[in-house]
């Protein structure tokens, strides 16, 4: 294998390990906003893990963070608007990279 070779399948490991650490956080995200959005409505920690369940499989469907937004925004009715989620949505993804980065380097 040549260096450039060895240069190219190290970019590419290195691509595919930064999507799915990417792909851990959005989904760590997803359940957080569960949380949230459950604590809003006062349920109990049940509904908000089924609930967080039902996101991910939103995001899993549609891996788009508008289809999150719609879906939390319709899940909470008047309790927070559009602008609300969205800066939750990114307060939340700064946690759950925090916290996939800490546990890929244990």
């Keep these: 294998m040549t260096t450039f070779d060895e240069r190219e399948a190290a970019f590419e490991n290195k691509f595919a390990h930064d999507e799915k650490m990417q792909f851990i956080a959005r989904m760590r995200r997803n359940r957080f906003m569960a949380v949230w959005a459950s604590t ?57 990279k925090e916290q996939v980065m800490a546990e890929a380097e244990i």
């Design 40 to 96: 809003l409505k006062g349920e109990t920690v049940e509904k908000a893990r089924a609930y967080g369940q039902e996101l991910v499989h939103t995001d899993l469907q549609n891996v788009s963070e508008d289809d999150v937004v719609e879906a939390v925004k319709g899940y909470l009715g008047n309790l927070a608007d559009e602008a609300k989620i969205r800066e939750k949505m990114s307060e939340l993804l700064i946690e759950a």
